[in-house]
């Protein structure tokens, strides 16, 4: 499996970006995909899921202001960030929950895009 993570960059505080992930081989399935975040310094962070039945899950930093968006038939998703403060800058990793290949059952990561956001 491997994965195409795209959209980051560097944007003003309160501007916008769109980061888009697609996950491509021998996939049968993926249970959920989302983003999660690492800055300098810093833990891991989760920023948004959404699992194949459509129900999303996003971080406290996310609320209000981010939006998750899945096409199960292209194993991509999307993630509309709006508002975004510089508190967002992290390199950004696209996560698949349980992707079901001919090989087995197994989570996976991207490589991640950058996002830079100035004040």
């Known amino acids: 499996v491997e994965s195409v993570d795209a959209g980051g960059g560097l944007v003003q505080a309160g501007g916008s970006l769109r980061l888009s992930c697609v996950a491509s081989g021998s996939i049968f399935s993926i249970r959920s995909m989302g983003w999660y975040r690492q800055a300098p310094g810093k833990e891991r962070e989760l920023v948004a899921h959404?699992?194949?039945?459509?129900?999303?899950t996003y971080g406290d930093s996310a609320v209000g202001r981010f939006t998750i968006s899945r096409d199960n038939a292209k194993n991509t998703v999307y993630l509309q960030m709006n508002s975004l403060k510089v508190g967002d800058t992290a390199v950004y990793l696209c996560?698949?929950?349980?992707?079901?290949?001919?090989?087995?059952?197994?989570?996976?990561w991207g490589r991640g895009t950058q996002v830079t956001v100035s004040s």
């Open positions: 996560h698949a929950d349980r992707v079901a290949t001919p090989e087995g059952v197994s989570d996976f």
């Open positions: 959404m699992n194949k039945d459509g129900r999303r």
